[in-house]
């Protein structure tokens, strides 16, 4: 299994993904609109998938595809 999701956490402007080979990789929470307007208790409602790749928030209808979000560079971004 490669960097594979083993927890979420958020704090007031950033989501942080564990992984299971090291430490929490964070984003920014206006990345993810659903997420941010979310209240705490939703994004606390969570589930990740067996292969580890997606993280899913069933109440708010969102989900998160870790292995996508890992390889994505802004700096690529809108080119």
Known sequence: MNRAAVDVHFDRVHMFIDMSDGPAVQFPLDWFPVLQAATAAEREHFAIS????QIIWP???????VPAL???????AGR
């Open 59 to 65: 109440e708010i209808d969102e989900d998160v595809n």
């Open 70 to 76: 890992l390889s994505y560079r802004p700096e690529n």
């Open 50 to 53: 067996l292969d580890h790749e």
